[in-house]
């Protein structure tokens, strides 16, 4: 049997396969040799995230979770390249390994999913609303401290049957995930102005070893420069913040035109205090706002914000 040309890891979930099939059928939409028979090998690969579902994430000690065994094996090179959700991607990558490309980012929204009601305002008084995301719950209580909010792990399948099963009354998905498994159906779109995304949310990046010039030539043709802009602008804010699963962060770029839109905001993860920034400016200030967004952020939050 020959030996395939490229192995891709990724994280063993339906979602994650899902987003490395997608970018191996670019890969071999794009370069002929990629598309022949065994060409390309997915490597499901389980991380310390999806083993422990007992606990939320920011018990288990935040970013890095979903990553840290799919990088020992690039570093080990049982891998050739890495495809992540941008959304689990902590602020620091390993030495010796870089981000080779960022596919074009799909919907970044948050999508509410609890039966008739179509908006946060709609949930009937008290609702039990599950999520392992201290963000969502963070803006959830702000927006309506009535609600009963508790952990819900899980990967998508998972959560929308503890939802049919009725152990909650509802939950928050991110479109994205939703859609590239087929269930377009599923949930409303809650607007960006009442749940701003997580940092990086709706894109997939690849990683790979740094100087690997082979991965990298394959990978550039793949990139998405607009969504590239967007999702490191992103990432200073959070690196400024030091930002890990303990502290309720938020942000989304947009691009429109030759401008660039930053929003990102800091919470309480019980909601009680929110506060929100916005920039405006060229696409190439994108990681010079995201900074001075997480500089202005932390002032306002002052000592003691953010949890250890």
Known sequence: MTAPLLRIGTRASPLAL??????????AATH?????????EVVPIRTTGDRIQDRTLAE?????????EIEEALVEGSIDLAVHSMKDMPTRLPPGLVLGCFCERADPRDV?????????AELPPGALIG????????????LR?????????????????KLAEGLVQGTLLARAGLDRLGRHDVGYAVPVEEILPAVGQGAICVEH??????????????????????VLAEHALLSVLDGSCRTPIAALAEISGERMRFRSLIAKPDGTIVHFTERLGGIG???????????????RGGPGFFAP
């Open 18 to 27: 899902a987003q490395t099939r997608q970018v191996a059928l670019r890969l």
């Open 32 to 40: 002929s040799e990629l598309a022949a028979p065994g060409a390309l």
């Open 60 to 68: 288990l000690g935040g970013k890095g979770l979903f990553t840290k």
């Open 112 to 120: 509410l999913i609890a039966g008739a009601a179509k908006t946060i």
């Open 131 to 142: 999520t392992a995301s201290l963000r969502r719950e963070a803006l959830l209580r702000h």
């Open 145 to 161: 401290p009535d609600l009963v909010v508790v952990p819900l792990r899980g990967n998508v399948d998972t959560r929308l049957r």
């Open 209 to 230: 070893v740094e100087g690997n010039h082979k991965v990298a030539a394959l990978l550039e043709p793949l990139n998405h420069w607009p969504t590239a802009q967007c």
């Open 285 to 299: 200030d994108g990681i010079a706002m995201g900074r001075d967004a997480a500089d202005e952020l932390k002032l």
